[in-house]
């Protein structure tokens, strides 16, 4: 008898036989400073702290965005006294920033325009960010700041380090 997990891959194979089944991705990046303009207007604005460029796809679910958002707040990669990665964002009391990023989840094993497939559609994507964001700031404690879904953005930021680290659900360690 298949797992609950099993069956779902294979349910997703059947679907997209030609494709990898794909799902939240994450783009964590330490800055010593970030902000989101639109048509601008300043967003959201950071010191220390992570940006977080977040892609979401039709089969991610609440356990992922769960999971996803405990990995982020408790990553140590923020320097102790001794100057190693040993702190995570929660420890130093850091700010942070998520950005929707669909172009996270582009295709571009064929030609020279990327498809996007495997991005979810707004009705599935905004409901999962919104909560995402939400309980980001659950475990944090405060405030999170945040781009608009859909909406041109100028994104800038500092990298600290540099320290860049991407993560994907579908390989939970």
Do not use: C
């Not at 995402?132 to 500092?158: I, R």
Request: no cysteine; proline share 3%.
């Amino acid at each position: 008898m298949l797992s609950k997990q099993e069956n779902f891959y294979l349910a997703s194979w059947i679907l997209h036989p030609d494709s990898k089944i794909i799902f939240m991705k994450a783009v964590i990046q330490r800055v010593s400073k970030a902000s989101v303009i639109i048509d601008n207007k300043l967003r959201s604005e950071i010191n220390s702290g992570l940006l977080v460029l977040l892609g979401i796809e039709e089969a991610d679910t609440k356990e992922d965005l769960e999971w996803l958002t405990k990995k982020i707040s408790q990553l140590r990669i923020f320097d102790d006294k001794e100057g190693v990665m040993n702190l995570s964002l929660m420890d130093v009391d850091g700010d942070a920033i998520v950005v929707s990023q669909f172009t996270l989840h582009a295709k571009t094993k064929k030609g020279n325009r990327p498809s996007y497939i495997h991005a979810a559609r707004p009705e599935t994507a905004i409901p999962l960010y919104n909560q995402f964001v939400k309980q980001f700031e659950t475990l944090l404690g405060k405030k999170v700041g945040t781009g608009e879904f859909g909406a041109e953005m100028d994104v800038a930021l500092t990298n600290s380090g540099p320290v860049t680290i991407i993560i994907d659900t579908k390989n939970k360690e």
